[in-house]
């Protein structure tokens, strides 16, 4: 069965960009794919391949996910690297310098002094514009997140009660996500680099992989719900749309322990 909740809520209603349809198609397709793949390996996969798979697929849908959100905030970002990409002279077997990189465009380079955001004399330059930076997070993401948790139509929302109980207040939503995703990503790519000169089932037994997809997905749900409540994001779904391919997912990782 083809799954798309997650890639639904993540991408959005990107149809009615006519200019930006290709372009989130292919990350809706992305997404997509990857999460029926995680499906079929937890449900009916052979021995052995949750374990070796489950790393590298969620750590396609983690980052595909940052890609796609960074996208809908600033979506000249991806056009930038789409319009890179599709030259005459575009190598796959070299990096452009203008794709997205995790270090730079999803977490900061270098940590800024929330104190001093708003430095008269810092140059725009080098004003940071990474997805879970501090100036995104104080704009965006942490606003969002104040907004859907006061949100009286889904004050009774089971699925919110996670967030509500392990973030102290909105304003450390951010820094939450960030460290969160910051060791799940680590702990992925030890399974997609081959890290570690140890057996990978020691560390990559099966009840460990499940634990980092149930993680991947947890983090890409919520990232996605707060997503539309950012009033001027591209792509926004109706909140009811939203709350419905969010809770979906929800309720899949309840009833697979994922």
């Excluded at 009811?240 to 697979?256: G, I, K, S």
Aim: with cysteine; net charge negative.
């Amino acid at each position: 069965m083809i799954r798309n909740n997650l890639a639904q809520l993540i991408c959005g209603d990107f149809q009615q960009h006519k200019s930006l349809e290709n372009l989130f198609q292919v990350l809706f397709h992305n997404i997509s794919n990857m999460e029926t793949r995680l499906g079929k390996l937890i449900t009916n996969g052979e021995d052995g391949d949750l374990t070796v798979l489950g790393p590298y697929f969620a750590r396609n849908i983690l980052e595909t996910t940052c890609s796609a959100l960074l996208g809908r905030i600033d979506p000249f970002r991806l056009i930038y690297v789409q319009k890179v990409q599709s030259l005459d002279g575009f190598s796959i077997g070299s990096k452009a310098k203008g794709a997205i990189n995790w270090a730079g465009d999803i977490f900061e380079k270098s940590d800024i002094d929330i104190s001093k955001l708003w430095d008269p004399d810092r140059e725009f330059t080098k004003v940071g514009r990474a997805f879970l930076g501090n100036h995104y997070s104080e704009v965006f993401w942490n606003p969002a997140f104040k907004t859907l948790i006061d949100d009286t139509n889904y004050m009774s929302e089971i699925s919110l009660d996670y967030y509500r109980t392990h973030i102290e207040s909105p304003e450390k939503f951010s820094f939450f996500i960030r460290q969160k995703t910051s060791s799940l990503y680590s702990s992925l790519s030890k399974g997609v680099h081959s890290e570690l000169v140890i057996r990978p089932e020691i560390v990559y037994d099966e009840t460990t992989v499940i634990e980092l997809i149930n993680d991947t997905f947890q983090i890409c749900s919520i990232l996605g719900i707060v997503s539309h409540y950012i009033d001027f994001s591209i792509c926004r779904l109706p909140i009811d749309n939203a709350f419905r391919h969010y809770n979906d997912l929800y309720d899949w990782r309840e009833n697979n322990y994922v």
